[in-house]
């Protein structure tokens, strides 16, 4: 848990990730479309990958990719991303982190 407490600290926005996951993929690119340049953990390519997966279940992260974490608070998965995109507030969360500037 605290190996995810400090990956989650280091930048505005992290995004745990599985690289044949296409929902994480579709998270990222959203990401990606706005400008915003996320810490991407794939945990199926990292050292102690599934540690990671099993501390973010133990969060509330089910399933535990995509998990995004914004300014350091865990935000949500696919789901949560896209009602918040959809309800025009992830973006002014990403600016309030300052992971956007636009």
Excluded: T
């Amino acid at each position: 848990m605290e190996r995810v407490n400090q990956m989650v600290s280091e930048k505005p926005v992290v995004i745990f990730s599985k690289s044949s996951c296409c929902m994480s993929y579709a998270i990222k690119s959203l990401f990606n479309d706005f400008g915003v340049n996320p810490a991407v953990y794939e945990l199926d390519e990292i050292p102690r990958g599934g540690e990671i997966e099993q501390a973010l279940l133990r969060l509330g992260c089910n399933p535990a990719v995509p998990a995004v974490f914004i300014g350091g608070e865990f935000i949500g998965g696919n789901n949560e991303i896209m009602r918040l995109h959809l309800r025009r507030s992830l973006k002014p969360m990403l600016k309030r982190a300052g992971a956007l500037w636009v």
